[in-house]
């Protein structure tokens, strides 16, 4: 039976069994119980988010001149994915490229070259980090603690999200849902839960969710607190044209790539 069948079907079978009053009360308590799961989710996960801060080298060109080359200190979030800590996050918030050709007129080149990237800590301290690899159609890039700083990432200050590997999501428009983020520089970096709701699921050409009220480069969860994928950019024509979420499956599929490319 189709499920936009059964749902009246049990709406009406709930009413029967419990009358109006009961089944405020069944939803109500449901509701409880999935706010209270996302409140353990940032007790318990909110520092597998960190700020990653990247320098830039920017060479710019066009019609034929050459510009000086700039530096831009850009932020943005990631999420870590492994005790080795290696970090997601969305490619926008560390390439200012197409932010640079919206501006220009006419075409143009742009080169960067990232020569300092970190890891920002809740205490306050930095890890330096290496950039490793980008995808730019999914809007991803991959950084990961330098050599040297290894061992720093089993530090109690950071930890990786829990993934599920045998869990495959079935998340239908209209779910609700909640992802972690961190407040900025001048709230104190403040972790936080940011609540919202799937509008669409795309299955072609490939998979991913359209999801309402989120920040690119953070992980996203389910009612039952169940991390589902990561925010980031949709592009068209090379440039960002929405939000949507890249399923945690092919996130981690994409990181073992860099691991085994980068060790």
């Known amino acids: 039976m189709d499920t936009l069948m059964k749902q009246p079907i049990i709406l009406s079978l709930l009413f029967s069994l419990f009358g109006p009053v009961g089944l405020i009360q069944i939803f109500a308590e449901t509701n409880q119980s999935t706010v209270t799961i996302w409140r353990n989710l940032l007790q318990q996960q909110s520092d597998s988010v ?37 970090i997601v996050l969305s490619l926008n918030g560390i390439d200012p490229t197409h932010s640079i050709l919206a501006q220009m007129r006419g075409n143009g080149n742009v080169n960067v070259n990232y020569t300092e990237v970190l890891i920002l800590r809740p205490d306050g301290t930095e890890i330096a ?39 495959s999501p079935d998340i239908q428009p209209l779910d609700e849902v909640v992802s972690l983020g961190k407040l900025g520089r001048n709230l104190f970096r403040k972790s936080t839960l940011q609540r919202g709701w799937v509008n669409a699921v795309i299955r072609k050409p490939r998979d991913y969710y359209v999801v309402e009220n989120v920040t690119p480069g953070t992980p996203v969860f389910d009612h039952l607190g169940r991390w589902i994928g990561i925010s980031a950019f949709r592009k068209e024509g090379g440039k960002p044209s929405g939000v949507i979420t890249v399923p945690a499956k092919d996130v981690m599929e994409i990181a073992q790539q860099v691991r085994e490319r980068t060790n």
């Open 129 to 167: 980090a290496d950039f490793l690899l980008k995808d730019e159609d999914l809007d991803l890039a991959f950084v990961r603690p330098s050599n040297k700083e290894q061992g720093v990432v089993h530090s109690p200050a950071f930890r990786d999200i829990e993934y599920d590997f045998s869990y």
């Open 50 to 86: 960190v700020w990653i801060s990247a320098t830039v080298r920017i060479e710019l060109s066009s019609g034929g001149r050459s510009f000086p080359p700039s530096e831009r200190k850009l932020e943005t979030l990631g999420t870590v994915l492994g005790k080795d800590g290696l």
